[in-house]
């Protein structure tokens, strides 16, 4: 049987660079960074200073205050962007067949704020005296729950937890139910909200986390003076059509999704094989879902964290999935700019990588220095480069051992 073609017609985002997909995108092309001083707490009497912040979000200007006082921010990220991204593909929901519309939504930690405000509230008063809205606020499925809720998408609605591999886990999947005949729209993505005391304070004490206070040296992917991560927040929700649904209702196409790969490692638990051979297995498998040989591909958004190990595997992975051509390749990693956004990186990653290839454009990995001999590819340092590009991957690595790659087609009419 032939397999259905799947088509991206919609983004929405709130992320530090911007609280819509077209700012972001824009921020990111230029080379802006996203990573500054916290302001959501008292960090004072922590090691970590810096996050990614979507600065300047406030749930009232994206939904009815009651309404926002019901979720987590983590929730309010993501109805947030998926109202956008409805608005962006120009799908009129009520005219669709709603059990053939889903929800694939992930979150690497769900309401960690929630989470926190209200166990110190019961330490305190009684857990008897927690908000009712504890439970709904807190679990991670609620912000495809209220997706669904609020566009009527009676179709299947779940939600992928896979650690920083859970957003790219869900554009997959989502792509795989169109293609394989179980819908004709999905809306797919992650959200995260986790720069909070114990957020950080988690990620910290496991050494993650970059102690660094100087915003250009703290995110530094591929560079040999990375030292770990910066966390970011935000969410990305892009709509995957059937490519004749889409057609019919004269959509306007950003991009093709034409292959999905997903793997483990089976190593360790927070800590990538060496050798990258997890991450290249999962390469490989995209490529061939798709038919595409690596020659093919033009551009690779990173997982690239800034964190030792992962990017040196991730390097030694593209080059044993690529061969020769891995010398060829433009790979650089947004989260230079972003941070690492958890369960919501792989979204906004692959809504990057979708548009790169609408532009012809493979953004930089900014504030790069010192080079690395183990991280030697062309990872665009420090200024966004015009490409001609027909096929773009994007990668998202996790704890846990999840790989997971995206491989995305350049859309002509």
Known sequence: MEKRRVVITGLGAITPLGLNAADSWAAAKAGKCGIDTITLYDHSAQKVHLAAEAHGFAPEDFMEKKEARKMDRFTQFALAAANEAVANSGLDIASEDAGRCGVLVSSGIGGLGTLEREIAKGAEKGYDRISPFYIPMSITNLAAGHIAIRHGLKGMCSCVVAACAGGSNAVG?????????????????????????????????????????????????????????????????????????????GARIIAEVVGYGTTCDAYHITAPTPDGSGAASCMAQALEDAGV?????????????????????????????????????????????????????GAVEAMFTALALRDSFAPPTIHYQIPDPFCDLDIVPNEGRSAALNYAMSNSLGFGGHNVSLLFKRWED
Not at 179 to 197: F, N, Q
Not at 321 to 341: D, E, P
């Open 293 to 345: 040989a690596p020659e093919a591909v033009g551009y690779i958004n990173a997982h690239g964290t800034s964190t030792p190990l992962n990017d040196s595997g991730e390097t030694a992975a593209i080059k044993t999935a690529f061969g020769s051509h891995a010398c060829r390749l433009l790979v650089s990693s947004t989260k230079s700019m972003t941070g690492h956004l958890l369960g919501a990186s």
């Open 173 to 249: 999947d989502a792509f795989r139910h169109i293609r394989d005949g179980y819908a004709e729209v999905m809306l797919c993505g992650g959200a995260e909200a986790a720069i909070t005391p114990s957020g950080i304070g988690g990620f910290t004490s496991m050494h993650a986390l970059t102690t660094c206070d100087e915003p250009t040296r703290a995110s530094i992917p591929f560079d040999q003076e990375r030292s770990g991560f910066v966390m970011g927040e935000g969410a990305a929700i892009l709509i995957l059509e059937e490519l004749e649904h889409a057609q019919k209702r």
